[in-house]
């Protein structure tokens, strides 16, 4: 993963009914991403949790853009 790029991102755990087979932190680990880039569980089946997950970028962005 490039998090040098100069692009805002975060990334999104796609489980379904509530089931993760990893961990956040296992994931960030594994793609050696920084601990400023978000990474959310979500079922992107539910509206909400879509919802929820782009919510979650724009407020990364926009709080990136402030920096």
Not at 32 to 52: E, L, M
């Amino acid at each position: 993963m490039r998090e040098n790029s100069g692009l805002p991102f975060v990334i999104a755990l796609n489980g379904f009914d509530g089931a993760q087979p990893y961990q956040p932190e296992e994931v960030r680990e594994a793609l050696q991403i920084g601990p400023g880039t978000p990474i959310i569980t979500t079922d992107a089946r539910h509206r909400a949790d879509a919802k929820s997950a782009l919510i979650t970028l724009v407020e990364h962005a926009l709080m990136a853009r402030l920096k």
